[in-house]
């Protein structure tokens, strides 16, 4: 599928870094100077682009303004301890972003476009990468139609497109969450695995209803009953409860976060007992009730480990212990955040130098 992998490169004539105050970056605001794109047409992924960042030009009869013909992911690059532009298993990356564009009959994008875009883009913006603690180069790769047609069918042209932003905390502290008993974010047999643009459109009534209550995030349950825990808006949930650390199972109604799948292998090789299973609402509440629940937190590359501080359910709000008390989720964030700074022997061959 892919012609030959030449890139052509327009620099911008001047950079903006020097407009940029690395030591008070928020989430998602700045971008880097250069963007790639690669382009799908006539069946094939055939011109290949790194460019300024800047306005795009679309048909105002886009298949994706319309039908949010749209996937995407979220990935980060680092410094190392060394002061080396590190990524975190960017291959998990591209391989859900194909899981995703399956779903909304977007064509693949072949693993050497993904690593060969990503990596001489942050070749060439590498100075955007923050290398203060809890900062980070946010890396959004995504995928949509081109196509000008308003009538529903599958699209046959296609932008790839890395955009890259200097990132600070998502969370500046531990998270309010609510359960949300009445809408639903995903169903089964639906769209909920892949992170195709609508399913984040679809969540933001009720992710506002929750905020006027005073609650940062929503827990969603299962559409059919709202019986089961299924996760929050941007990351996976996880909770420990009579000391096991305890997640929701992988079902299509649920992200199949990278970051869930890192803390849980980190917990299972530091002898912490896990389970992924089915998680009710009831045991949530009553292990709350009871004092069973001692920790509860968010996972998710944007967020990292974010800690939950309450729980809300129909009116009532649980407490859950201060952050300090959290041994578990404490030692996982720092145990993760070790091996992407290189501080921690990377023994699951997770991180990728850039260079
Ligand atoms: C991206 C995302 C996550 C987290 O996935 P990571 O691979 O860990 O970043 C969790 N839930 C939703 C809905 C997401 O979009």
Same mark, same amino acid.
Request: charged share 20%.
């Given at each position: ?27 998602g ?32 009869a ?43 009959c ?15 883009l ?10 203060q ?25 296609? *932008?790839? &497109? $890395?955009? %890259? ?5 998502? @969370? ?8 949300? /008993?009445e ?32 609650? *940062?995030? &929503? $827990?969603? %349950? ?5 019986? @089961? ?8 949930? /996880?909770?420990?409860?009579?000391d ?49 629940m ?20 129909e ?13 578990i ?27």
């Amino acid at each position: 599928m892919v012609d030959s992998m030449k890139i052509n490169v327009n620099r911008v004539e001047k950079s903006r870094i020097g407009e940029v105050d690395f030591d008070n970056i928020s989430f998602g605001k700045i971008y880097s100077d250069h963007m790639f794109r690669a382009s799908y047409k006539n069946g094939q992924w055939n011109t290949f682009d790194i460019i300024p960042f800047g306005s795009l030009s679309i048909s105002p009869a886009s298949q994706t303004l319309h039908y949010g013909v749209s996937v995407f992911e979220g990935m980060k690059a680092y410094k190392n301890e060394q002061g080396q532009p590190v990524l975190f298993r960017p291959l998990e990356n591209q391989r859900r972003l194909n899981r995703s564009a399956e779903r909304l009959c977007i064509p693949a994008l072949p693993e050497e476009i993904f690593m060969e875009g990503l990596t001489q883009l942050l070749k060439m913006d590498q100075a955007w990468i923050p290398g203060q603690e809890n900062t980070a180069l946010y890396v959004r790769p995504f995928i949509f139609s081109t196509e000008e047609y308003i009538g529903i069918k599958t699209s046959d042209s296609f *932008d790839f &497109l $890395i955009i %890259t932003s200097p990132v600070g905390a998502y @969370y500046s502290a531990p998270v309010k969450v609510k359960i949300e /008993m009445e809408f639903a974010r995903a169903v089964r047999g639906g769209t909920g695995y892949a992170k195709a643009a609508g399913n984040y459109a679809g969540s933001l009534y009720p992710a506002k209803l929750g905020q006027q209550q005073g609650y *940062d995030q &929503l $827990i969603w %349950t299962d559409g059919q009953e709202h019986k @089961y825990i299924e996760e929050a808006g941007t990351m996976n949930l /996880m909770f420990v409860i009579d000391d096991v650390l305890v997640t929701p199972e992988l079902t299509d109604t649920l992200l199949h976060g990278i970051t869930r799948d890192s803390i849980l292998t980190l917990a299972r090789d530091m002898g912490i007992p896990v389970e992924e299973r089915k998680i009710t609402v009831n045991e949530v509440v009553s292990s709350l009730q009871q004092g069973n629940m001692t920790d509860a937190f968010g996972v998710g590359t944007a967020a990292t480990l974010t800690h939950i501080s309450v729980i809300g359910y129909e009116g009532t709000d649980y407490i859950l212990p201060p952050v300090q008390e959290r041994t578990i989720s404490n030692r996982l964030k720092e145990t993760l955040e070790n091996i992407k700074k290189g501080r921690a022997e990377d023994k699951f061959g997770w991180v990728v130098p850039v260079i």
